[in-house]
């Protein structure tokens, strides 16, 4: 397998892994935990992890140079608060199907700061590519035909929330370019980890853990899928293919939530969603048609 599928599969796997998160969070907050003591324990948990595997595989994984700090450590910010901030704003005040649509447009922030940064081309195949995923995205939400208008400060909040996504993915690509993607790994969530202390209600967070101990199973659980494996593909993923096609492949993340909406927690299916998961797949497969005929240099 060349590169650029390795790449492509890894990036897939990673939105697989961050789109089965509903299940998890769904049950945490039924346990009574709020938004950020979620993202603490995972954050929390998904650490010690990683600095397990390194002590075991290779303590020199914990060295990394002064200079790569501060763009982990921003990496980190931007993952652990402000992304979190920005989504769950936007949740609390519209809709989570609209949180998703304006999460979505990460790929075009991606395509454009990938072009200023690293100097990747915006190709036919790109173009046409992105405009299915953003499209295939309005449609597996069910945005479109609703009629509903979310506050002003909802919408803001929500395109930076896609901002915020396209520099992590920005940041993540170039860290792991000079650096081993399990360090970068390690220290972004360690920073995230950090960051998040401040949010996290720590009384009412070991109260609700020491009454009910699952909640602490299914967080580790959560950790193990949601940020080690996603994470760590993601980042290896990175360092194999271009950041805009990485933004492409990993809108897998909400095909694979809607499909779990549906056939887990019973959601509505209509032939609109389904249209955009056709969409979605279309693209991925669009870009990966690029690679096999352009050789991987578009």
């Known amino acids: 397998m060349d590169n650029n599928r390795k790449g492509a599969l890894l990036v897939i796997l990673a939105g697989t892994c961050w789109g089965v998160i509903s299940i998890f969070i769904n049950y945490l907050s039924a346990a009574g935990l709020g938004e950020m003591q979620i993202s603490f324990l995972r954050q929390f948990f998904a650490v010690i992890v990683f600095a397990l595997i390194i002590l075991i595989r290779d303590r020199s994984g914990f060295r990394i140079p002064l200079k790569d700090l501060w763009l982990i450590m921003l990496v980190g910010f931007i993952n652990g608060v402000l992304f979190n901030f920005l989504y769950f704003y936007t949740i609390v005040h519209s809709r989570a199907s609209i949180a998703v649509v304006l999460l979505y447009t990460s790929p075009v922030f991606v395509i454009i700061l990938a072009r200023i940064f690293f100097r990747e081309k915006i190709t036919k195949y790109k173009a046409i590519a992105l405009v299915l995923t953003v499209v295939g995205c309005l449609f597996v939400t069910g945005v479109i035909g609703e009629g509903y208008m979310p506050p002003p400060a909802a919408i803001l909040t929500g395109v930076l929330t896609g901002l915020a996504y396209a520099l992590n993915n920005i940041l993540t690509s170039a860290a792991v370019k000079k650096n081993d993607p399990l360090t970068v790994t390690l220290y972004t969530l360690l920073f995230s980890f950090l ?104």
Request: net charge negative.
């Open 195 to 298: 960051f998040l202390i401040p949010f996290s209600g720590w009384s009412s967070l070991t109260a609700l853990c020491r009454a009910n101990p699952m909640i602490l199973a299914v967080a580790f659980i959560m950790c193990l899928v949601t940020a080690v494996l996603a994470q760590y593909f993601f980042s290896v993923g990175l360092k194999l293919i271009e950041s805009g096609k990485a933004a492409i492949y990993g809108a897998t993340e909400p095909i694979v939530g809607s499909l779990i909406g549906i056939l887990i927690f019973h959601e509505e299916s209509n032939a609109m969603k389904i249209a955009g998961i056709i969409m979605v797949i279309a693209a991925i497969l669009l870009i990966g048609k690029s690679d096999s005929e352009q050789g991987g240099e578009n």
